[in-house]
């Protein structure tokens, strides 16, 4: 068990739907990462956050946005979905400094119908 | 896009066999880190190699790092069926922002 707790662990919705992931990192973890994972794109990097604040930015859509909180769960928010949108969405956290490695939580699959 | 690549994409093995993928990468790094992925699960973080190493061993896995040819194997050593799963490496560039590659899904039978 990495610590890091997903909801829901499934979601099936339709296209044009706005869905919300939830993510609470692993106890002490300042950081929390957000990824997508496609079987034809990969696992593609989304955003960061640390401590409250976004320290990175990878191949999100504007459609997406995400933010931690002050207790430092993070949310994943998903708008206007496209079917192209199915996939596994990964959160996973670290305690945020350089080299520290991801604990990932079980994921959420989204299809999109 | 991906910053890694891995190879091979898939690797059939038997049991006691030992195991190697490759990684391959673009641009400078921090370090680079290798996961292993369960079917439809979380990823596991296995070992981390630092750029200024070369090479890294950890139980049955042993790591190096070729920074001039921007490159890293991870060998699993006497494999097992439940080393079957999906291995990734991952660089860590900037404030840890960690770049997965494409993966090697490696099978080893009984």
Redesign the interface.
């Known amino acids: 068990d990495s610590g890091v707790t997903q909801t829901p662990k499934h979601l099936i919705t339709a296209t044009g739907q706005r869905v919300t992931l939830r993510c609470s990192p692993r106890s002490g973890d300042l950081s929390v990462y957000w990824y997508q994972q496609s079987l034809d794109q990969g696992l593609q990097f989304l955003i960061q956050y640390y401590n409250g604040e976004e320290r990175a930015k990878g191949n999100i859509l504007e459609r997406f946005s995400a933010q931690q909180f002050p207790d430092l769960h993070s949310e994943l928010n998903l708008s206007s979905l496209e079917l192209g949108d199915s996939a596994l969405y990964f959160c996973a956290s670290s305690v945020g400094g350089l080299g520290s490695p991801l604990h990932f939580g079980n994921g959420t699959r989204l299809t999109v119908t | 896009?991906?910053q890694g690549e891995e190879d091979p994409q898939a690797l059939s093995i038997q049991e006691g066999e030992n195991a190697t993928m490759n990684c391959s990468y673009k641009t400078s790094i921090?370090?680079l880190?290798w996961?292993r992925q369960n079917s439809?699960?979380?990823?596991?973080?296995l070992i981390?190699i630092?750029s200024n190493e070369r090479e890294k061993h950890s139980g049955r896995l042993r790591v190096t790092l070729d920074t001039s040819k921007k490159s890293s194997s991870l060998l699993i050593t006497a494999s097992r069926a439940a080393d079957t799963a999906s291995y990734?490496c991952?660089t860590?560039t900037?404030?840890?922002?960690?770049?997965?590659?494409?993966?090697t899904r490696l099978l080893v039978s009984p």
């Open positions: 896009s991906q921090n370090n880190q996961y439809g699960r979380g990823l596991v973080h981390l630092r990734f991952a860590g900037g404030f840890q922002k960690l770049v997965f590659g494409t993966g």
